[in-house]
């Protein structure tokens, strides 16, 4: 199977700029390629992991990845389906882009790729430069004609948001002419930005036509839903924002029907690998063999070996209500990815359960704990004055009351 054959198969390409070109470039040729990151946010969300395994996947077959870090572009912001974004100052987008560089460096061969901020150029372009070298290029009437302005024609869209484009066109020209880049790819969103980029350098440069672009689509749920999110909001690529068992959650629980899709699109397993899984999935669907996969290498790609045998040991031992192997740092992953009740040093026990809404009031809990249904840290508790205090806490901090096998709440001391 050819890499372009892999990229349909995967699902990674929706549009293409010259199909014919795209095949010979990928399947025969070695060329330096790129896909931009506008750094919005200190973190990327695992939203962001679909162009990045395709660029592992460019990057296996020994082509080049330019890894565009938006630092110009970030204090513009690309137009959203709906409203203006927040502006950033210079020096929050420059933190970001060096915190999102850092996230994008684990993923590729370090000497083997290339690393741009394209504040780098953007900042020496005055506004007369703007205007005349680049803005005279592009009609008013094509502009108009792109998705990003079109969805946002009828509640109005800033000239600021609305020369996006035109910034994003001159990305891919300066990589062009600077670093022999071939071809940009992005979301299917990103469409209308990555054509324009090829009208800029066909009209800029001699033989212009050699740059291709590519998009794939949007990674949607089966529902239509956007995927990436979950009830508490984006999953993000950083542990501090969502844990690495919190990761494994989410894949571990998508749906029969999404699964096979994420697996291709999500993770670099071989064609036969995938297959094995999706005839898995249709002849024993209550093992959840291909979800199982897919959480674990993907909390592998995104955290580590560690972080990933972490998680899966924190899933094991909150379905199992085990929690006495646990280490200081699962005990921290636990912490941050379930609702944590918080307190000095020492707190009564029945005052704990009321708190935790393990019980509804304090004779519900007398009664639970005379009935042997309350455990502290796997140990039974039946005495109704029960304090549970720090220095009993699993490294001197957390405990974990269990009512009953199935429900539980984390005690941390601070």
Request: hydrophobic fraction near 40%.
């Amino acid at each position: 199977m050819t890499l372009y054959d892999e990229l349909i198969w995967r699902g990674l390409i929706k549009d293409v700029s010259d199909e014919q070109l795209a095949k010979q470039r990928l399947n025969d040729e070695k060329i330096n390629f790129y896909c931009g990151f506008d750094p919005t946010g200190e973190s990327l969300t695992i939203g962001h992991l679909v162009q990045i395994v395709r660029m592992m996947l460019l990057q296996k077959h020994g082509h080049t990845p330019i890894v565009l870090i938006g630092g110009g572009t970030g204090l513009i912001g690309d137009p959203r389906e709906v409203g203006e974004r927040k502006l950033l100052t210079v020096m929050e987008s420059l933190k970001n882009a060096d915190l999102i560089k850092k996230q994008l460096e684990q993923y590729f061969i370090p000497k083997k790729t290339i690393f741009v901020n394209n504040y780098d150029w953007i900042k020496n372009i005055d506004l007369i430069a703007f205007l005349r070298n680049f803005g005279k290029h592009f009609s008013i009437n094509y502009m108009l004609a792109k998705d990003t302005v079109q969805r946002r024609l009828e509640d109005g869209i800033s000239y600021t948001e609305f020369s996006y484009m035109l910034l994003q066109a001159i990305d891919f020209l300066h990589l062009y002419r600077h670093h022999e880049c071939l071809l940009q790819f992005g979301g299917s969103d990103q469409w209308g930005n990555i054509t324009t980029g090829l009208e800029l350098i066909r009209k800029m440069s001699p033989e212009g036509e050699k740059a291709i672009g590519l998009s794939s689509p949007l990674l949607l749920k089966a529902d239509g839903e956007k995927f990436g999110k979950s009830e508490s909001g984006a999953i993000w690529l950083d542990e501090n924002l969502t844990t690495p068992y919190e990761i494994y959650q989410y894949f571990l629980n998508v749906s029969d029907t999404d699964v096979i899709a994420y697996l291709k699109a999500l993770t670099l397993l071989e064609k036969e690998v995938i297959m094995d899984l999706e005839k898995a999935v249709q002849e024993h669907p209550e093992q959840r063999l291909a979800q199982k996969q897919l959480a674990t290498s993907v909390t592998k790609l995104v955290h580590g070996e560690q972080k990933m045998n972490e998680a899966i040991r924190v899933t094991e031992a909150l379905f199992m209500g085990e929690f006495d192997d646990l280490t200081e740092s699962e005990w921290k992953m636990i912490a941050k990815a379930v609702e944590t009740h918080t307190y000095e040093n020492e707190i009564p026990l029945i005052d704990a359960l009321i708190n935790t809404k393990l019980a509804s009031s304090r004779r519900e809990a007398r009664e639970f704990i005379q009935n042997n249904a309350i455990s502290v840290n796997d140990q039974r508790i039946t005495d109704i004055d029960a304090v549970m205090t720090n220095a009993k806490a699993y490294f001197e901090k957390y405990v974990m009351i269990k009512r009953g096998k199935k429900k539980y709440a984390l005690i941390a001391f601070k």
